[in-house]
């Protein structure tokens, strides 16, 4: 196994991209990683390269997740590529990307693989953290560029695009199609977006499913998404993963008969469209009634002044676990929070605590630290 370190810079980008191309036709694979990712070194050990890779696999994502337990997704050369075509094909044919998000996730590394089969050469907005005005100018040779012209964000990217405005928003709105995963995308960021002319397809999926498998509620055509009876999605398809590294009882725990079962919550709708309604583990359960934090955490980001809302359940010795939210916000009142989701969702899921912050802790491409939201609140 072939490991890529990635220090923000275009030589290391071009290098992991000629990489993954020789891994698709069938050499050795490729396990990326962040060299500034404190956890970097524990991942590579977790990921033994010395030993021999598990059969038909190009890349290796590594992650610690939500549990911070290091795991390795197995994905094969027909995963990847059926993924890129797939979403090339939504998407209206394949075209010219910005590669604006790190590569060493799934996200990132899915741009490098579309441009590739596309047979265009990618652009790289390189360096550390995220700059509007850096992204208009790795954006501008795209741009430059006939035919579709896309790149994928993380909701807190396009956050900053619709702030700041100036050359990094006109470079936004001229992209033919922004693909929006890593996090959900809330009604009131989707309308931002379609006010300013910003053309945004948000999109679910996860490492398993070879980045973004459902894009604007549908799913990618060769993708089946079913929830059980517990509302626990499940996912088929050739962009599925084939395993985690090294862990044969994790992978017969989450992928069974060609579907992968996934940490999260969500439906059908009667137009065909799948809602995600939450992770799996974020229901709360406060004085035996059970609560959504997503569906929470929609409410609070829809009022007036909020940016973001994180929602968890604490310990508490009357109610067992006690709603309470952290907040970014430039003016808001708390009682009008904490109204505003009684009206809409009653008076067992109003947050008990009200908090605000600044920004929320991240990990990974832009989702929220619920586990580091956890602890702050609990300290406070």
């Known amino acids: 196994m072939r490991v890529v370190w990635l220090d923000g810079s275009a030589a290391a980008i071009a290098a992991l991209d000629e990489a993954v191309a020789a891994a698709l036709d069938g050499g050795e694979a490729v396990l990326p990683l962040n060299a500034a990712d404190p956890s970097a070194q524990s991942l590579l050990e977790a990921m033994s390269p010395e030993q021999a890779i598990e059969p038909d696999t190009a890349v290796v994502i590594a992650t610690s997740g939500s549990t911070g337990a ?17 979403t090339h094909a939504r998407l209206g044919g394949p075209g010219h990307w910005l590669l604006a998000t790190p590569a060493h996730y799934i996200g990132g590394l ?73 996090a959900a995308t809330s009604p009131k960021l989707r309308a931002r977006a379609h006010e300013a002319g910003v053309r945004i ?15 604007d509620g549908l799913p990618l055509d060769g993708v089946r ?41 969500g439906r059908l709708l009667p137009d065909g469209r799948v809602e995600v309604l939450g992770r799996a583990d974020d229901v709360i359960n406060t004085g035996g009634v059970k609560v959504s934090a997503a569906a929470v955490e929609r409410v609070l980001g829809g009022c007036p002044g909020v940016r973001d809302a994180c929602v968890v359940g ?11 939210a ?22 067992a899921a109003t947050p008990k605590r009200v908090e605000f912050t600044a920004e929320l802790p991240l990990r990974g491409p832009g989702k929220i630290d619920r586990t580091a939201v956890r602890h702050h609140l609990a300290a406070t």
Do not use: N
């Not at 490098?112 to 005005?133: H, S, V, W, Y």
């Not at 604490?314 to 309470?324: F, I, M, N, T």
């Open 201 to 215: 397809v948000p999109a679910y999926g996860m490492s398993e499913t070879a980045s973004g498998c459902v894009y």
């Open 314 to 324: 604490l310990p508490d010795p009357e109610w067992g676990e006690a709603v309470v």
């Open 70 to 86: 290091p795991k390795g997704v197995l994905l094969s050369p027909h995963a990847l590529t059926a993924s890129a075509t797939a």
């Open 225 to 265: 998404v079913e929830p059980d009876a517990s509302e626990r999605l499940w996912i088929a398809g050739d962009v599925l993963a084939h395993g985690y590294r090294l862990s044969p009882e994790l992978t017969a725990e989450s992928f069974r008969d060609g579907w992968f079962r996934t940490s999260d919550r």
């Open 110 to 182: 899915q741009v490098l693989i579309r441009a590739r089969l596309a047979g265009t050469k990618p652009a790289f907005l390189t360096g550390e953290g995220f700059r509007t005005d850096a992204f208009a100018v790795a954006a501008a040779p795209v741009l430059a560029e006939a035919g579709p012209r896309y790149t994928a964000l993380v909701p807190t990217q396009l956050v900053r695009l619709l702030d700041d405005g100036g050359a990094g928003l006109a470079a936004a709105k001229a992209f033919d199609g922004i693909v929006l995963g890593a």
């Open 326 to 347: 952290l907040v970014v916000a430039g003016q808001a009142d708390p009682d009008g929070l904490r109204a505003a989701v009684r009206a809409e969702l009653g008076a």
